[in-house]
């Protein structure tokens, strides 16, 4: 993978850290489903002004796109709700895992041959989820939602690499938004809030930053194989808390810190894997 396609991962690592700050921005003003419904149509509506051809897919592959579609969307939706009921740093931390849970599926699904790396980075991710979490009042809502949009997200990053072999960025996520749109329109027609002047922009900002993060990410996955992208995840991980403590004012724990550390720790051991292995990026 040539430098200018490493930094397209960087590029939508930092597109999809500052659209989680504006979902954060307008979470409670509008109900999740609607928000998503309006990522969902601007995207696919966004895919057909760029490629009018991009509702056309490579024999064979609808069965890989729906798998895609369908872990992405229920990914989307346990991140979006998480925003709803805890801080910024710690949906991101653990929604951000999932490059470990991707190497894992990878083995499952890819038949790819396992590294043993993972064997010492999975507990280290999971020991650093557990710390992040009081042990005596345990996880909430909002927690579990955002390890459950790790896990899926792992899953979709697998389908995503399985379907742009045969496919173009458009066409994966034009049925993404597809799948995601027949998903929210339902809900959010029979209980539609209309959103306030004041969340305007951040919707259309979550949109735009979103649509753009996921056509890049969808082309650098073209050329990677199993946490390629888990350095740039950890730069992710440091955008979002640092405009959740700047902006949003968010507390800082030691507890949230030693949990990210160790989830990061894990993250980075595979990466110098790849490094040692010469597979970070393909030539």
Known sequence: ???????????????????????????????????????????????????????????????????????????????????????????????????????????????????????????????GIYYMGNPVSGFNIGDILALCSGIFGGLAVVGLRQARIVNSSATIYFYFCIFGMLSTIIPSAARWVTPPKTSLWPIFFVVFLGGIGQLVMNYAYKFSKSGEGSIITIFTIVFINLMGFVFLKEEVTARLLTGELLIAASIFLLFLKKKKDKELFLE
Request: hydrophobic share 55%.
């Open 1 to 127: 993978m040539n430098d200018l396609k490493k930094w397209y991962l960087l590029l939508s690592s930092i597109l999809f850290a500052v659209m989680t700050f504006f979902i954060k921005m307008v979470s409670g003003q509008i109900p999740a489903y609607e928000l998503l419904f309006f990522r969902f149509f601007g995207g696919a509506a966004g895919c057909l002004l760029v490629d009018k051809s991009c509702f056309r897919f490579s024999h064979g592959s609808f069965k890989i796109l729906f798998l895609r579609s369908l872990y992405g969307t229920i990914a989307m939706f346990a991140f979006f709700y998480a925003l709803d009921f805890s801080p910024i740093s710690r949906v991101a931390v653990l929604h951000f895992s999932y490059p470990v849970f991707e190497v894992f599926f990878s083995a499952l699904w890819m038949k790819e041959r396992p590294q043993k790396i993972i064997y010492i980075s999975l507990p280290l991710s999971l020991a």
